[in-house]
T-cell receptor
Framework: DTGVSQDPRHKITKRGQNVTFRCDPI?????LYWYRQTLGQGPEFLTY????????KSRLLSDRFSAERPKGSFSTLEIQRTEQGDSAMYLC???????????FGQGTRLTVV | DAKTTQPNSMESNEEEPVHLPCNHS???????IHWYRQLPSQGPEYVIH???SNVNNRMASLAIAEDRKSSTLILHRATLRDAAVYYC????????????FGTGTRLTVIP
């Protein structure tokens, strides 16, 4: 499989718990993006990596959110002390340096109860 | 980031052409026009992109106005599998690398 893969596909957690999602981009892609999507809305940009460097973070990425991409390969997105408002689909995408098409994973659907 | 405006929803009959419009009056000279679509319960999928000239690929055609302030995504024969939300996005070739999605156009294909 040469696509972007995300794990888990679904996560239900209690409010206040920490969760971590993983994204494995297409292997030769340098750029990796995280987005959040709530029902009826388009995806909202959260953060962007070029290789291992986190180059941009949205204001949506509060201090409870942290993303890493060690060694410029897979990435993790952690949400600490989850709140009900964090319930959403979290999407990962990757692209090459020439900035053409981005390839998205299937997403991780988070439900905070 | 330059903004795009799209109709909230459109309908098409199956096997008929569909023209999905997008206005981007504040587009800059280096912005590419990208289209993505999102099928139910899936991540967005790249459809096509262009700068100035009209573009064709196996999925669709992109017609870009001469002043670049609007564009139209053309699906030549809509199928039920084309029912999705279609997003028109402006993306700089260098510098800002992110895709900023709006709410898109929800396309309903009627059998």
């Amino acid at each position: 499989d040469t696509g972007v893969s995300q794990d888990p596909r679904h996560k239900i957690t209690k409010r206040g718990q920490n969760v971590t999602f993983r994204c494995d981009p297409i292997s030769e892609h340098n750029r990796l993006y995280w987005y959040r999507q709530t029902l009826g809305q388009g995806p909202e940009f959260l953060t962007y990596f070029q290789n291992e460097a986190q180059l941009e973070k949205s204001r949506l990425l509060s201090d409870r959110f942290s993303a890493e991409r060690p060694k410029g390969s897979f990435s993790t997105l952690e949400i600490q002390r989850t709140e009900q408002g964090d319930s959403a689909m979290y999407l990962c995408a990757s692209s090459g340096l020439m900035n053409t098409e981005a390839f998205f994973g299937q997403g991780t659907r988070l439900t905070v109860v | 980031d330059a903004k795009t405006t799209q109709p909230n929803s459109m309908e098409s009959n199956e096997e008929e052409p569909v023209h999905l419009p997008c206005n981007h009056s504040t587009i800059s000279g280096t912005d590419y026009i990208h289209w993505y679509r999102q099928l139910p319960s899936q991540g967005p999928e790249y459809v096509i992109h262009g700068l100035t000239s009209n573009v064709n690929n196996r999925m669709a055609s992109l017609a870009i106005a001469e002043d670049r302030k609007s564009s139209t995504l053309i699906l030549h024969r809509a199928t039920l599998r084309d029912a999705a939300v279609y997003y028109c996005i402006l993306r700089g070739f260098t510098g800002a690398n992110n895709l900023f999605f709006g709410t898109g156009t929800r396309l309903t294909v009627i059998p």
